[in-house]
């Protein structure tokens, strides 16, 4: 757990920001400081095991959208070769290319946001405002454990019963079946028992409060001063055409251009200090750890 | 000063079957009730009829008052802030995923403020001493922590009258003495009106103000605990819900006219006291302490028998005989090795045998691996490292400890694959054969025997009025007997169960554990996991004591509890001082019966 904790609000209206500009900013300086800033953060959460999954799922879907993109969208004026009817695009290609970039960094972004704001506090959030959909998924995430431990018991019994040994495939289909048939016509029954529990407790009499309950602190109100002022300025640097590179019709050369100039590179260091709060809070708390060992002498 | 009363209180679920007729009864605030009785005979349906929200459906008449209100007028308000219940399975009470969640969700329904809701949960689970598994996921907390949480999500709320359904028949012996200790003490120093209905009552009798014996929708007996032991201890159906140191204390009345003033001793303090004083009027009387005694009176029935012994010989050769040819093992594992991670072993190194015939229950806390050693033994589960060596022939029978696993019909007929118009006319023909002495062809016969056998299974396990109905609508013991039942029609060998005897009511159990005895002369061995340790002590012929992921202790169930302190029989709780061997209420009453002088 981290010393400096932030009111989850403020995550969820930090990574929305950095979620919109993810898919708004699509020049690559832009988005190439956007990957090493949440690559830096990853590792700063120690998040590497939940990063394997989310490649997993990222790479076909890169390649299959590199793909695709060029093969189903025909604007652009830079023709490379032809594929049956149609011409392949400059164009379409760069297009396909930062699409992907925008998709990795938003994967990654939720990576990071899911190991700042667990499910207890996205309850929170939502608990406030939408009471009955939050209960909801509460009871969800208890179902969902007890479900698949109720699809292993049955299962074994099924098998310990009929055994397992030569079965054709249809078999082991109608077997699944009725497994499931078991488990759900199980789960409603208890289920009954569940919502009996839940009368006796009075449910459904008032409105539902919340055991829920975060603090802002100064550190809140610093953060979402620096968020905002960040993030007008960007989007007005993006209002006069700076991080948006206009692909279609016509690729131009100032695509490649590194926003240096004396406006261009002011918008780009907003850009770059709304990217780094929560890199430095990280660091502190690194810091304020080490001192602590230093000073008692543990670990 | 009465919180509950019911007047002239009629129940019917359907216009047929009355549940209860004219019932009276008045319940004082701050008093601990229990309520027993055989299964189905209405307690469940009496003390859900307490409770608004969960009541059950059907015809009613009469009043009943709360708090000096007509209970069905009652604020919604009140009636789920003032009465909380409890349901029987710990399991499926719970609507949310963590502890902290789970507790608070009383509160939240009420709409408390957040803060108070934090105060509240800081005291509460303080005094539960659930305070360091506040965040932890349900499904990682023992049975014992599940029903503490349930207790606790009810208690949030500070209600007046706590009814509880057989709340500790799922857990083990040490859980459900730590859950009782915690009811003492809200009743004690909260004053909180408890109602409740169980199976065993043992460490329950103590510290209870009124006890109530229901039969058949009737109150029988409602007493004080003292009172209700005079009445009933030599009722057939009730004795068996009178604590074990009564039950001792009545059968050594019959032989030593001493004791006859005595208070009736309830709890363990009670019964070792009055074993002390037995002790000491016995030294009186005739020089001897009461293991002399004991000796003594041993020696006189070893006597007797021997008389009668030469009369057995010839039948006890034979059995002899028959004996050592079926004293070979069914069944035999060698060092058996599992679990579902590396660094977290279940069961280590296990190897035994199972003669045929031999009864073998297996003990020990819970989450030793006792549940995966069986399913291990049954085959359902593959074991990482060792061997099971059974014969082909041999037919497994495996029982889970959720019945309900086991259901995937319709109906409890089909359940058992009996089909009830031939049931019937089975039925009628026997009724003519047995009239015209008819002898069928043989065919018919053969079919006939098969279900002959199915009837006289259902009439043992008294599920005829079931066969009709849809498993999931019968009772939790009823399921158990249909499921003990459906095991058996397999003709199996070796049959494993897992809990049998779990929410069973007294007088079936006894029941179970001779049929049990029965298949066992048959050649059945039976393999079981349970808390019961009555019931172990009573039936059994041999006790594994799992600890640690090994058989810990491995002998005849009297050897296994004679050195245990606690882990033992209420019986040898009691006189473990002065006849240490004495583990059940038969052991004692071989020595102490009829043929005895009474002092």
Not at chain 2, 513 to 528: D, H, R, T
Request: charged share 25%.
């Amino acid at each position: 757990m981290n010393v400096i904790t932030i009111h989850p609000t403020i995550y969820t209206i930090y990574y929305i920001i950095l979620i919109l500009f993810a898919l708004l900013f699509n020049n690559i300086y832009y988005l190439v400081a956007f990957l090493v800033f949440i690559v830096i953060l990853l590792f700063l959460q120690k998040s590497k095991k939940e990063i394997k999954p989310t490649l997993k799922y990222f790479i076909p879907m890169s390649l299959i959208i590199i793909i695709l993109n060029p093969l189903f969208s025909h604007v652009g004026t830079t023709k490379i070769f032809l594929m049956g009817n149609y011409f392949i695009t400059l164009e379409s290609l760069a297009y396909g290319f930062l699409m992907d970039f925008s998709l990795l960094i938003i994967l990654l972004l939720f990576v990071s946001f899911n190991k700042y704001v667990d499910y207890q506090k996205l309850l929170y959030l939502t608990s406030n405002h939408f009471p009955n959909v939050s209960m909801i998924v509460v009871m969800v995430m208890r179902f969902i454990p007890l479900l698949n431990y109720r699809l292993g018991e049955v299962n074994k019994i099924f098998d310990f019963e009929h055994g397992n040994s030569d079965e054709s495939k249809i078999d082991k289909i109608k077997k699944m079946g009725s497994i499931l048939a078991v488990v759900i016509f199980w789960s409603l029954e208890e289920s009954m028992l569940t919502a009996k529990s839940m009368k006796a407790r009075g449910y459904g009499i008032f409105k539902r409060s919340s055991y829920l309950r975060y603090k802002i602190n100064r550190i809140d109100i610093i953060l979402i001063g620096i968020i905002m002022l960040c993030a007008i300025i960007s989007l007005l640097g993006l209002y006069y055409g700076i991080g948006n590179v206009e692909i279609y019709p016509t690729l131009t050369p100032s695509f490649f251009n590194f926003p240096l100039d004396f406006p261009l590179n002011v918008f780009y260091l907003t850009f770059l200090v709304l990217l780094s709060p929560l890199i430095f809070l990280e660091l502190k708390e690194r810091v304020i750890w080490k001192l602590r060992s230093k000073t008692y002498g543990f670990n | 000063m009465d919180l509950i009363k019911f007047e002239n209180f009629n129940f019917s679920y359907s216009p047929n079957e009355k549940i209860f007729s004219e019932l009276n009864l008045t319940i004082k605030r701050g008093d601990f009730v229990l309520f027993c009785g055989p299964s189905g005979c209405g307690k469940t349906t009496l003390i859900m009829n307490l409770k608004n929200e969960i009541r059950p459906i059907g015809e009613e008449e009469g009043i009943i008052y709360y708090d000096g209100e007509n209970i069905r007028e009652i604020d919604k308000e009140k009636s789920a802030r003032e009465i909380g219940f409890l349901f029987q399975n710990p399991e499926n009470q719970f609507v949310s995923d963590t502890v902290i969640q789970e507790i608070s969700f009383s509160l939240e329904n009420m709409g408390v403020s957040t803060e108070e809701i934090r105060t509240r949960i800081a005291e509460m689970s303080t005094f539960f001493g659930l305070d360091k598994i506040l965040y932890k996921k349900i499904d990682e907390l023992s049975g014992g922590q599940k029903q503490l949480v349930n207790l606790c999500s009810l208690l949030i709320l500070k209600p007046k009258a706590l009814l509880l359904d057989e709340p500790t028949s799922q857990l083990d012996p040490i859980a459900s003495y730590d859950f009782l200790a915690m009811l003492r003490r809200l009743n004690e120093e909260f004053s909180m009106t408890i109602l409740m209905t169980e199976h065993r009552i043992n460490n329950v009798f103590p510290f209870i103000d009124q006890a109530v014996f229901i039969e058949n929708g009737e109150i029988k007996y409602n007493n004080s605990p003292q009172n209700i032991c005079l009445e009933t201890w030599n009722n057939d159906i009730f004795s068996n819900y009178l604590p074990a140191t009564a039950l001792v204390h009545f059968l050594f009345k019959n032989y030593y006219s001493f004791i006859k003033n005595k208070t009736i001793p309830i709890s363990i303090r009670d019964g070792l006291n009055s074993m002390y004083d037995m002790n000491e009027e016995i030294g009186v009387k005739t020089d001897n302490t009461f293991y002399d005694e004991y000796l003594r009176l041993k020696k006189n029935e070893n006597i007797k028998n021997n008389e009668n012994i030469e009369d057995n010989k010839t039948i006890e050769n034979n059995e002899v005989k028959s004996n050592e040819s079926n004293d070979y093992s069914v069944f035999e594992c060698k060092d058996l090795w599992f679990g579902y991670e590396k660094n977290n072993l279940v069961i280590k190194d296990i190897s035994f045998k199972i003669i045929k015939g031999e009864f073998i229950s297996i003990l020990g806390g819970n989450g030793t691996g006792k549940s995966t050693l069986l399913q291990l033994l049954a085959k359902i589960l593959k074991p990482i490292k060792g061997k099971l060596k059974i014969d082909k022939e041999i037919q497994l029978a495996y029982v889970h400890q959720n019945p309900m696993i086991h259901f995937r019909h319709e109906t409890v007929a089909e359940e058992l694959k009996i089909d009830i118009e031939s049931h019937d006319k089975y039925l009628e023909n026997r009724d003519i054969d047995n009239s015209n002495f008819n002898n069928n062809t043989k065919d018919i016969n053969d079919t006939n025997d098969i279900l002959s056998d199915k009837i006289k299974l259902i009439n043992f396990f008294e599920i005829e009025t079931l066969l009709e109905k849809h498993p999931y609508d019968c009772s939790s013991g009823e399921q158990q007997k249909i499921v003990i039942m459906k095991a058996l029609l397999k003709k199996p060998d070796i049959l494993f169960l897992d809990e049998p005897t779990k929410g069973l009511d007294p007088m079936f159990k006894k029941n179970l554990g001779e049929k049990f005895k029965e298949l066992q002369k048959n050649g059945l061995s039976i393999v079981m996991v349970t808390h019961d340790i009555d019931f172990a002590a009573d039936y059994t012929d041999r006790s594994f004591l799992i600890f640690d992921g090994n058989i810990q202790v491995d002998s005849t169930p009297k050897e296994l509890f004679y050195s245990n302190n606690f882990y033992t029989t209420f019986v040898n709780r009691m006189v473990k001082n002065y006849i240490p061997k004495c583990i059940t209420l038969n052991d004692l009453k071989k020595i102490w019966n009829k043929n005895i002088e009474k002092i």
